[in-house]
């Protein structure tokens, strides 16, 4: 996991499955004052839509 107090976070995760890896990523803001971090995640990007278009093109790029 990359970590930092404040901004952006990344969480990515691999795990084994039965055609190969699943890889998972999460997005989010850390900030030191209360509910920012909230704020600009909403604000931003839509993360749900974001994190599929990535992983579908980071799938893309490995398998090509």
Do not use: Q
């Not at 004052?33 to 980071?58: F, H, S, T």
């Amino acid at each position: 996991m990359d970590h930092a107090n404040t901004g952006r976070v990344w969480t990515s995760t691999f795990e084994p499955d039965e055609t190969g890896t699943t890889l998972s990523l999460a997005f989010g803001w850390s900030s030191k004052v209360p509910l920012v971090g909230d704020v600009i995640d909403r604000v931003a990007w839509n993360g749900d839509k974001d994190l599929d278009l990535m992983l579908a093109n980071l799938k893309k790029a490995i398998e090509s």
